[in-house]
């Protein structure tokens, strides 16, 4: 494998990634409303504890648990993709980056002491979490398999979402005809 080839497929798991890191906010936002749960300040303390950083004011704290949720998720893009270059793929490539994003962030940060250790989780947090981060691993797979075998878009399309948006509304011109004869 070259050199070239792995910066693509870091550069592709870094975009699944991002696509990842949305899916799984959007879907833990709703899933907070839904149950009346606040947002877990575990990540951003486990990150500030390793680098040693200490934000200020709640806004800071906020501001610094956005940028560790977005560079988190974006990061493990980037080993999804480099579990791609190596050859893992499909269902297996899934299970693989889910157990390990899973399963680090379920030792690391009882290990950091800003979470129980997940035996002092309720059945349900488990459930719900293990579901959430199973459903974006496996999502975020398909998009990194969509990047890897090209956009999966065709050009034609991509025209056309191109085009200004009143154009792409406008009928297509209908073909020439000819005056009738008398």
């Known amino acids: 494998m070259r050199t070239g080839d792995v910066a693509a497929a870091v550069g592709k798991g870094v975009a699944a990634g ?3 890191t949305a899916l799984m906010t959007l879907s833990s936002t709703i899933e907070m409303k839904l149950t009346q ?19 200020k004011g709640e806004k800071e704290k906020a501001r610094f648990a956005t940028v560790v949720h977005w560079a988190y998720g974006t990061s493990w893009g980037s080993v999804r993709g480099l579990m791609g270059a190596a050859g893992l793929t499909g269902p297996a490539a899934a299970g693989a980056h889910f157990a390990a994003v899973w399963g680090s962030g379920l030792v690391m940060l009882p290990a950091l002491g800003v979470a129980p250790p997940v035996k002092e989780w309720g059945a349900k947090a488990r459930t719900t979490v ?28 991509l025209q056309h979402l191109a085009r200004d948006p009143r154009e792409r509304a406008a009928p297509s011109p209908s073909p020439p005809t000819r005056p009738p004869q008398q």
Do not use: N, Q, T, Y
């Open 130 to 157: 293990g579901a959430r981060s199973f459903s974006v691993a496996e999502r975020l797979s398909r998009l990194h398999r969509r990047l890897a075998l090209g956009s999966g878009i065709s050009g034609e399309r």
């Open 37 to 55: 749960r606040s947002a877990s300040s575990a990540p951003a303390d486990a990150a500030e504890k390793v680098l040693g950083v200490e934000p």
């Open 18 to 20: 991002v696509a990842g």
